[in-house]
Nanobody, 121 residues
Framework: VQLQASGGGVVQAGGSLRLSCAASGRTFSGYAAGWFRQAPGQEREFVAAITSGRRYTYYADSVKGRFTISRDNAENTVFLQMNSLKPEDTAVYYC???????????????WGQGTLVTVSS
């Protein structure tokens, strides 16, 4: 599976962004997908994940109630809607995919290239 993340940018605190992750190469509907982020000098951390059939979603406590993960299997795309953004959300955001849903980076075999989100105060 090849993944291409997009949608990052600069936004003021309290604003919104929608990230997209386009998949190609295999039947994406059979893969779980996740979003992770990595701030400078920090380890990559879990943000959100969604099962292949869209039945279950998982969120880090720090983004619950503000971020929403979704997917359109017909379009082979996963989204991350980010609302009420805070400066501490600033990071490079990565999408990932694997056959099994996970909440740690090591559980995912396929990764996109990352898209930078900067939230100004």
């Amino acid at each position: 599976v090849q993944l291409q993340a997009s949608g990052g940018g600069v936004v003021q605190a309290g604003g919104s962004l929608r990230l997209s992750c386009a998949a190609s190469g295999r039947t994406f509907s059979g893969y779980a997908a996740g979003w992770f982020r990595q701030a400078p000098g920090q380890e990559r951390e879990f943000v959100a994940a969604i099962t292949s059939g869209r039945r279950y979603t998982y969120y880090a406590d720090s983004v619950k109630g503000r971020f929403t993960i979704s997917r359109d299997n017909a379009e082979n795309t996963v989204f991350l809607q980010m609302n009420s953004l805070k400066p501490e959300d600033t990071a490079v955001y990565y999408c990932a995919a694997d056959k099994v849903t996970g909440v740690t980076p090591r559980e995912y075999d396929y990764w996109g290239q990352g898209t930078l989100v900067t939230v100004s105060s």
